[in-house]
C-alpha cells in the first residue's frame, strides 16, 4: 500500500508538470493567433493577391510564421494530452485497487 501510494503522488507530481506544460503551450498558441489578428488573417486566408504576388497589406513572412508554429504547438499540445490521459488512468487505477481497470 505504502509504494502504490508514493507511486500516486509521483504521478500526481508528473500530471501538475504536464499540466504547466499544456497551460504554457496554450499560451504560446494564443500568443502567436494575436500575431495573426494584428495582421487581419487567419490560419487559411490566402497569402497572394488574385495575380498570385504575395499581399502587400500583410507581412507575409510574420504571418507564415506564426502559423508554423501554431500548428507545431498544437501537435505539442497534443502530445501533451495524450500523456496525460495515459498517467491520469494509472493514477486513478492506484487509488482505486480494488476496482476493475476503467474501459478505455
Not at 487559411?44 to 507575409?60: K, Q
Request: with cysteine.
Amino acid at each position: 500500500m505504502a509504494q502504490s501510494n508514493e507511486e500516486a503522488n509521483k504521478l500526481r507530481e508528473e500530471l501538475l508538470e504536464l499540466n504547466k506544460k499544456r497551460d504554457k503551450i496554450d499560451k504560446e498558441i494564443k500568443d502567436w493567433q494575436a500575431v495573426l489578428q494584428s495582421q487581419k488573417v487567419g490560419m487559411n486566408d490566402p497569402l497572394v493577391d488574385a495575380e498570385g504576388f504575395p499581399r502587400n497589406d500583410i507581412d507575409v513572412y510574420q504571418v507564415r510564421t506564426a502559423r508554423n508554429k501554431i500548428i507545431c504547438l498544437q501537435n505539442d499540445g497534443k502530445e501533451v494530452m495524450r500523456q496525460i490521459e495515459e498517467k491520469l488512468y494509472k493514477y486513478h487505477e492506484l487509488n482505486h485497487p480494488d476496482n476493475e481497470s476503467p474501459q478505455r
